[in-house]
DNA sequence: TGAATATATGTCATATTCGACATATATTTA
DNA sequence: TAAATATATGTCGAATATGACATATATTCA
């Protein structure tokens, strides 16, 4: 595994440095990866263009901040139900979605 | 809420019947259902286009049989992650899933 | 038809995800 | 720089999702 990619996915919980690492992740395990991390790099980015910090986005979808950290951090105990639930509260369109998860 | 509508959302758990039915679900609770419903068909789509029985298909995602029943019954208690994985077992792609969710 | 196969539905114990809290660290601003 | 504000990280009990199982119902097909 590569540095930079391995530097990706050491956002938490993301077994790195198990045999998954070794043996590399299978092309469905990465895809799902990928699209959590994506959509996590596009709920940091609408709450900052919205001006909110992360005690008034919990606020608002009524969870905390640690939890809102760890979502824009990509941790792995973090559901999409929930990344895809924050960004719908943020004003994210489902064809928005679309384009987060299928970018590359 | 229309016939129609209420007879979708009748995939158990959707609280129809309750406060949210009453007063109307949000466009984000709206938008939220609507992929889990995409997500759902889409599923049993492609598992009976690769002619794969419940119980085949469970076995290959490490799952059972009245999982995969709910998954494709939309039931509110089955997450969006695994409907999202099951669906990249079966060779979708992230633009297959971008497609299912942004389509009304 | 009736047996075989497939799918639906309900329940449960276990696993995972949750919000909350404490507190560390980083960033902004006066 | 120091205080204020924002974000990160670890932990926990509660809430929710999970696979498994039993069993009902539906569908296929001989």
């Given at each position: 595994m590569k540095h930079a990619k391995r530097k990706k996915l050491?956002?938490?919980?993301?077994?790195?440095?198990?045999a998954a690492d070794f043996l590399g992740l299978s092309p469905e395990e990465e895809a799902f990866i990928e699209m959590k991390l994506s959509l996590s790099k596009s709920l940091r980015e609408m709450r900052r263009r919205k001006h909110l910090s992360q005690i008034e986005f919990a606020k608002l979808i009524k969870s905390s901040q640690s939890r809102v950290a760890k979502m824009e951090a990509g941790?792995?105990?973090?559901?999409i139900d929930l990344l895809i639930k924050s960004l719908l509260a943020l004003g994210a369109s489902q064809k928005d979605l679309a384009k987060v998860i299928s970018t590359k």
């Open positions: 050491e956002a938490k919980g993301w077994k790195v440095g198990t941790e792995a105990s973090v559901s």
